[in-house]
């Protein structure tokens, strides 16, 4: 009797963790940057669990994943991409060796971030190794206008609901919530750089083209002289002859590059080297989508206010 107990025991439990386990699981999210896992936390609560491939202080375009993410991917309910071909030198073999097959191209569990979004430098024409990493899809670094964080919340919210379908009332609260805490802070990061649009920059490789063009800077160069080409002596020359011609006081580099060349180039022109964050998690401050923005303007503001930047007139 005892026996014939504990198998009756033992096939309920069985049934327990086959029938309840289901109702309770969150969804298996797998994103690549670190980016796009915070707004899937934004939206998707505790009823998603989100793990980042690409880390914030890694360079996306260049990433050599580890082999958990084999298991993770091959779990995965949904794969969220950034497109544009940013992940295009790691992303597809490690899909491949999953063997999950709704995570392949237009497969269910597949969503391409940037669909939707405005994407700004879309190439045209022919694209040769020539002109060093260029995306002739557009520049993949969309996600640093807040404005395409949003359209980003929205289709994640819309491909949650879709393969969680009693989660949607959940899903689209959490969406109205983020995008009213979003709304917010537009108006307090707009008011925030208002009095400095127009200023000209340095930035060390083509990452902001959408931020500079939400909160008015000017790009007028580059410390790479072509994408993910390595400076040069004679560009790092011409560099700090522009720069000193031109009076720009502020060279921007993301954590992932080399000092050394930058800081020729601020310390033989005048101007300073800041580090800003392309991604959330490259430095422990930058936790989640708002503080990449809180960090970025408020890093950004207080090197045009140290080195005496000021706009330029109406006109110039």
């Known amino acids: ?9 033992i096939i309920g439990l069985f049934y327990l963790i086959g029938f309840a386990a289901p109702a309770t699981a969150r969804l298996q999210v797998v994103t690549t940057t670190e980016d796009l896992a915070s707004l899937t936390h934004e939206v998707g609560g505790d009823k998603v669990e989100v793990n980042a491939i690409a880390k914030g202080y890694q360079d996306p375009h260049f990433v050599d994943p580890k082999p958990i993410y084999l298991i993770k991917l091959h779990k995965a309910d949904l794969l969220i991409a950034v497109g544009l071909d940013m992940e295009a030198g790691w992303l597809p073999s490690l899909v491949q060796q999953s063997r999950n097959s709704s995570l392949f191209g237009q497969g269910d569990g597949y969503l391409d971030a940037s669909v939707g979004c405005m ?5 045209t024409g022919q694209v040769t190794r020539a002109m060093g990493d260029e995306h002739p899809l557009g520049n993949p670094h969309y996600w640093l206008d807040p404005l395409n964080g949003r359209i980003i919340a929205a289709r994640i919210a819309a491909k949650l609901s879709a393969l969680d379908p009693s989660s949607s009332d959940y899903f689209q609260s959490r969406l109205t919530d983020f995008n009213q805490r979003l709304q917010t802070a537009l108006q307090r990061w707009g008011k925030q750089m208002a009095p400095y649009r127009g200023v ?24 790479e002289p072509k994408p993910g080409i390595p400076p040069s002596p004679s560009h ?9 011609a031109q009076v720009i006081k502020i060279i921007l580099v993301e954590p992932y590059f080399e000092l050394r060349i930058p800081q020729k ?5 005048g101007a300073q080297v800041v580090l800003l964050m392309p991604s959330v998690g490259g430095n422990k401050q930058v936790e989640d989508y708002f503080s990449l923005f809180d960090y970025n303007l408020a890093t950004l503001e207080q090197a045009f206010r140290d080195t005496g930047v000021t706009p330029p007139a109406e006109g110039q």
């Open 200 to 223: 000209k920059i340095v930035t060390y490789h083509n990452s902001w083209p959408n931020f500079v063009q939400r909160y008015g800077s000017q790009v007028v160069g580059y410390v």
């Open 1 to 9: 009797m005892a026996v014939k107990h504990l198998w009756i025991l």
């Open 119 to 123: 994407i700004l430098e879309r190439l």
């Open 265 to 269: 180039v601020a310390r033989d022109s």
């Open 236 to 244: 790092t020359l011409d560099l700090i002859q522009q720069v000193k």
